[in-house]
């Protein structure tokens, strides 16, 4: 048997012993670098250091080890080809038939507390180069990214004695794939533009889903490799698993409820849309709140607060079907309780909301804004008569909910509860009707109107003055702008401009 030559240089040193025991049985010859010689030495194999084949030490705190012709050489000579083995013969540069390469840990580190010179130190520059050269090769070279490749490999080699054209050339598209989101990652930290010439982006997939948005839809989920965030780092401490639903449904749920840093809130969720949202003094008062502005969409929907859980709670949580039941934490007992419930997935969010930015996809091409994460601090009465204390308290609560339903949207409240919330529709007039008739349904008191863009006409402001609404706020901006402020006045509503739209198609 011919001897072939590998080049092992990981920091995952993960099931390595076994594999290259495995591949020195096969009569590979193994050349290793810096720890990972000196893990394969102690574990009793015969590696040879990369310095007896470049002919040149380590150097410069071994930023240059493997950054050699004879490295680059022995990856990229075209086998079949009569110049390249002349040339490589020539220089004796022995061909390299396999490379195990996981590079440094740059993802780790990205997001940090350390310096950025620190961060810098773990940029892999000979990694990604014998990577991408074997990878280009593959057609002779087989590449190895993955601890989880290593067993495939093996069995190819035992039942042939060669890995497979077909493995070695998806190993190759695995290397790419590897470093084109390590360099983005890279190029994310340094060049610090929210709009750079070239979108990368770096994510990492951490699960396949059972489907998409409908059962025919494939789906998976990916996770930031520089960033942290609430939909990254969750614990699920019970129910079964998350599908594609649920995770766009408990980041619009999180945002709602990280808007009220100072209170107690909780939102429920459906179709990405929130059916209930609520403030209170304790968390038994603010789930039932949040229950009682929706008590039919609610079933079926998912719970999201931004309190710790207790056992009461929890028991009154139970009482209803909940896919979704999400906390910064739970009490003992009241996962005790919630975890009676098989299916139910109970999920410790460990973050606060911290995206900067919103991508949407389109047919070829990618949308980019930044988040809408602010609220005008420039809030005047437009009208003759101005809000009282409370119903400023309501509009502002109401206002903060507003953003979070689909255009065109309206929220109708009492000041601690969006009882009444109207979105999706194609005219404003029809989110109006369809907030204050379901608010109305449940309440019999004082009310109070937010939406979230201008009113075209002023037949919203009479609409609100038939029902018997008692305060409006909206962005203002109109043309007709002039025309809802008079009916304001006639009907003796007052109304607040805030000179900001928060438009969520």
């Known amino acids: 048997m011919n001897k072939k030559r590998v080049l092992i240089s990981v920091s995952d040193k993960t099931n390595l012993i076994d594999f290259a025991r495995f591949l020195e049985s096969q009569e590979y010859e193994l050349i290793s670098t810096g720890g990972t010689f000196k893990h394969l030495k102690d574990a009793g194999l015969n590696p040879i250091q990369i310095d007896e084949v470049t002919g040149f030490p380590e150097m410069l705190d071994g930023r240059v080890k493997t950054l050699h012709p004879k490295v680059h050489g022995g990856l990229l000579a075209v086998r079949n080809s009569e110049e390249h083995m002349k040339t490589v013969q020539e220089h ?32 892999d520059i000979g990694g990604p180069s014998m990577l991408r050269s074997a990878a280009k090769n593959f057609t002779s070279v ?25 493995t070695r050339k998806k190993l190759a598209g695995k290397v790419f794939n590897l470093t084109s989101a390590y360099d983005a990652a890279i190029s994310k930290i340094l060049l610090e533009e929210d709009y750079p010439q070239y979108l990368n982006a770096s994510y990492r997939k951490v699960l396949d889903l059972r ?3 409908n059962p025919h839809q494939t789906a998976a989920y990916y996770v930031s490799t520089t960033g942290s965030g609430a939909m990254k780092d969750f614990d699920i401490l019970g129910g079964k698993e998350l599908s594609f639903n649920n995770l766009r449904d408990m980041d619009l749920c999180w945002k709602v409820v990280n808007e009220f840093k100072d209170e107690m809130a909780c939102c429920a969720v459906k179709h990405s849309t929130p059916c209930g949202v609520a403030i209170g003094t304790s968390a038994l008062e603010t789930y039932t709140k949040t229950f009682e502005c929706d008590p039919v969409s609610i079933f079926g929907g998912i719970i999201g607060m931004n309190f710790k859980v207790d056992a009461v709670t929890a028991e009154e949580l139970n009482k209803t079907f909940l896919e979704i039941v999400m906390a910064p934490d739970f009490d003992a007992d009241a996962l005790e309780i919630l975890k009676k419930k098989k299916n139910l997935r109970i999920i410790k969010i460990n973050h606060p909301v911290s995206d900067a930015q919103t991508w949407v996809k389109v047919d070829g091409g990618i949308l980019v804004q930044d988040n809408d994460n602010q609220f005008s601090e420039d809030i005047k009465t437009v009208t003759k008569t101005a809000p009282s204390n409370e119903q400023q308290k309501a509009l502002l609560f109401a206002q903060r909910v507003v953003k979070y339903v689909k255009s065109n949207a309206i929220v109708v409240s009492n000041g601690d509860q969006a009882l009444g919330i109207g979105g999706g529709q194609v005219n404003r007039i029809w989110a109006t009707q369809q907030a204050i008739e379901r608010a109305k349904e449940k309440f019999s008191g004082e009310l109070v109107l937010a939406s979230d863009a201008f009113f075209p006409f002023r037949d919203v402001v009479d609409f609100c003055a038939q029902q018997g609404i008692k305060a409006i706020i909206q962005p203002g901006g109109s043309v007709r702008d002039a025309d809802s402020i008079e009916a304001a006045d006639e009907h003796g509503i007052p109304m607040m401009f805030t000179g900001m739209r928060h438009f969520l198609h």
């Open 142 to 166: 087989t590449v190895i990214t993955q601890v989880e490749d290593y067993e495939l490999i093996q069995n190819e080699i035992a039942e042939t004695g060669n890995s497979k054209l077909e």
């Open 92 to 123: 004796e540069i022995g061909l390299i038939d396999m490379v195990i390469v996981n590079l440094y840990p740059f993802f780790e580190n990205a997001n940090s507390d350390i310096s950025l010179d620190e961060k810098v130190e773990f940029i």
């Open 211 to 213: 489907y998409g948005e």
